[in-house]
């Protein structure tokens, strides 16, 4: 298969999105670690270079985000191209999931028994309004809990670190989820 690569700047100066012609993931991966990125070889790759600080993998896109003493223009046509050959050459770009091990529920998908209508109407709006916008960006929200009145999200992909996530993630994302639920009383990055 012939694939195309382009990319386009996100509102996050350090991360650029890499847009794909075919889907390459049924999942959304965000690896900021080059020690973790055994899933996806692709994202190894790209995190070899020292000037590669995360990789986040979407449907069709891949934004990655980079050291600051790096500009965009030295580095963006050879990695569309690297990415284009990696796929070419039947390189894996996320490997299966491993078998699910013991979740710790300290934080992670936490929600009490009167909240689960809250939580299914929070991930409504986050997968239905806000994630089909933040993702032209390069960027995902992934919904971590609901306690005491308070939503817990992570910013992932050009969201994370974004000068604008904090304007975002309050005057966006708060305002909207206020609207069809009034109870919740913040939103807060994790």
Same mark, same amino acid.
């Given at each position: 298969?012939?694939?195309?690569?382009?990319?386009?700047?996100?509102? $996050?100066?350090?991360?650029?999105?890499?847009?794909? $012609?075919?889907?390459?993931? $049924?999942?959304? !991966?965000?690896?900021?670690?080059? @020690?973790?990125?055994?899933?996806?070889? !692709?994202?190894? *790759?790209?995190? &070899?270079?020292? +000037?590669?600080?995360?990789?986040?993998? &979407?449907? @069709?896109?891949?934004?990655?985000?980079?050291?600051? +003493?790096? /500009? +965009?223009?030295?580095?963006?046509?050879?990695?569309?191209?690297?990415?284009?050959?990696?796929?070419? *050459?039947? #390189?894996?770009? !996320? !490997?299966?999931?491993?078998?699910?091990?013991?979740?710790?529920?300290?934080?992670? @998908?936490?929600?009490?028994?009167?909240?689960? /209508?809250?939580?299914?109407?929070? *991930?409504?709006?986050?997968?239905?309004?806000?994630?089909?916008?933040?993702?032209?960006?390069? &960027?995902?929200?992934?919904?971590?809990?609901?306690? @005491?009145? *308070?939503?817990?999200?992570?910013?992932? &992909?050009?969201?994370? #670190?974004?000068?604008?996530?904090?304007?975002?993630?309050?005057? #966006?994302?708060?305002?909207?989820?206020?609207?069809?639920?009034?109870?919740?009383?913040?939103?807060?990055?994790?």
């Amino acid at each position: 298969m012939k694939y195309q690569v382009t990319y386009e700047s996100t509102p $996050n100066p350090q991360s650029l999105k890499f847009i794909l $012609n075919t889907p390459i993931c $049924n999942e959304t !991966l965000e690896i900021t670690d080059r @020690n973790k990125a055994s899933r996806s070889p !692709l994202a190894a *790759k790209i995190l &070899g270079f020292p +000037w590669a600080k995360s990789v986040f993998l &979407g449907e @069709n896109f891949i934004t990655i985000t980079k050291e600051e +003493w790096l /500009e +965009w223009d030295m580095i963006s046509d050879p990695l569309a191209q690297m990415i284009k050959e990696h796929l070419e *050459k039947g #390189g894996e770009v !996320l !490997l299966a999931k491993p078998e699910k091990k013991e979740m710790d529920h300290s934080m992670k @998908n936490s929600t009490t028994e009167e909240s689960s /209508e809250t939580v299914k109407k929070i *991930k409504e709006i986050l997968e239905k309004e806000i994630q089909p916008a933040v993702a032209m960006d390069g &960027g995902y929200i992934e919904f971590v809990s609901y306690e @005491n009145k *308070k939503v817990y999200l992570s910013l992932q &992909g050009a969201c994370s #670190g974004c000068p604008s996530s904090s304007y975002t993630l309050k005057e #966006g994302i708060e305002s909207r989820l206020k609207q069809d639920i009034p109870e919740i009383s913040e939103v807060v990055s994790v």
